[in-house]
């Protein structure tokens, strides 16, 4: 009948367009809180996951072992995760 919606009654466009605010959202609210976090967390952040180096290359570069990167990477995500469903939950 050329009607594009579903059982559900919504739309795929709907709902594609629904993600991607979603995801834009998201992203806006990571980088306030990116921007928040000091320079040297945000440039370990930016190393690891904008930049794709290993641990090892990262402690290199910091004068850092693998281990103690991969102990301040995973404070600085628990961190950001924490703030992230304080937002989700309005707290």
Avoid: C
Wanted: no cysteine.
């Amino acid at each position: 009948d050329g009607v594009r919606g579903d059982a559900r009654g919504g739309s795929r466009r709907g709902d594609r367009d629904d993600r991607m605010n979603e995801t834009r959202e998201q992203r806006r609210w990571l980088e306030e809180r990116l921007a928040e976090i000091d320079g040297s967390s945000r440039a370990l952040l930016m190393m690891r996951y904008r930049f794709g180096w290993t641990l090892a290359r990262i402690g290199r570069e910091l004068g850092l072992t693998p281990g103690a990167v991969d102990g301040r990477l995973a404070r600085l995500l628990a961190r950001l995760r924490r703030k992230a469903g304080e937002a989700r939950h309005g707290e």
